[in-house]
């Protein structure tokens, strides 16, 4: 069972770097990826209403067509889609994410971006008026990413709870803090939180997802110092055995 199950990466292997190489050559490899921008909140860390997550939707909507998604794979959430008819914001229900996201990877079979940004919990994010659990993010993930290549970010305070329910050989996953930490910048006067800030910072100088990560990392924990912010959320970054090589040989299109 062993050597089968390792025979049977090593074909995902094979066939995700040729696949990664295709692209590669044609000059945009995430030209055919869906990608989902979900803000799943609209409220600061002390209930009062705050705009920091559908900053970080709409900002990174845009940074992802200069990395070299298609606009028209984008879809982006927002829990008052209403306030952002210019974005064609779509209302944050895991139902709508969900439906819309099997829809999108039907158009865009060849990858997955998901993106989550929100309040969170031990208990999984906030998305809308209720908490999405991690089993039930990696079933969706299951069901419509299935076996394409795959990256799952969650910008949310224990973050890390969502890294065994949604990792695999072709998956890659960020999260913003430890399943035990809080993260930060979710206030008031934030124009983003610390992790989605350092995301947007990073991402345009960055080579590839394999460099993205390290990144922002290295951002948070510098942001967190200089703001006296502690215990460190120290975000988490898992990426499968099939899906490193490949995504060595995906470059973002705004990379230097």
């Given at each position: 069972?062993?050597?089968r ?45 705050s705009e ?15 990395a ?20 064609g ?49 990696g ?11 795959t ?30 930490r ?20 990073a ?8 460099t ?19 215990p ?25």
């Amino acid at each position: 069972m062993a050597r089968r199950a390792a025979l049977l990466l090593s074909l995902v292997w094979i066939a995700a770097l040729g696949l990664a190489s295709n692209a590669s050559a044609a000059g945009n490899p995430f030209a055919a990826w869906a990608a989902i921008v979900v803000a799943g909140d609209w409220r600061a860390h002390d209930g009062e209403p705050s705009e920091v997550f559908d900053n970080a939707r709409h900002d990174l909507a845009k940074a992802l067509v200069d990395a070299g998604f298609s606009p028209g794979n984008i879809r982006q959430f927002s829990v008052h889609p209403e306030r952002y008819a210019k974005d064609g914001a779509l209302k944050s229900d895991p139902e709508v994410v969900a439906q819309k996201l099997a829809e999108l990877t039907q158009q865009a079979p060849a990858g997955c971006l998901i993106y989550f940004t929100s309040h969170g919990s031990p208990d999984g994010i906030v998305v809308g008026d209720g908490v999405w659990a991690p089993g039930s993010v990696g079933q969706l993930v299951d069901q419509t990413c299935s076996d394409r290549p795959t990256v799952v970010i969650v910008a949310a305070c224990f973050a890390g709870v969502f890294v065994p329910a949604v990792d695999g050989p072709n998956r890659m996953v960020l999260t913003a803090a430890r399943p035990d930490r809080a993260s930060f910048g979710c206030g008031q006067s934030d124009h983003y939180t610390y992790f989605d800030a350092c995301l947007l910072q990073a991402l345009p100088h960055a080579k590839t997802f394999l460099t993205l990560a390290p990144a922002v990392k290295t951002c948070v924990a510098q942001r967190e110092t200089e703001m006296g912010a502690s215990p460190p959320s120290e975000p988490q970054f898992e990426v499968g055995g099939a899906l490193g090589p490949m995504l060595a040989l995906y470059p973002f299109k705004s990379s230097p």
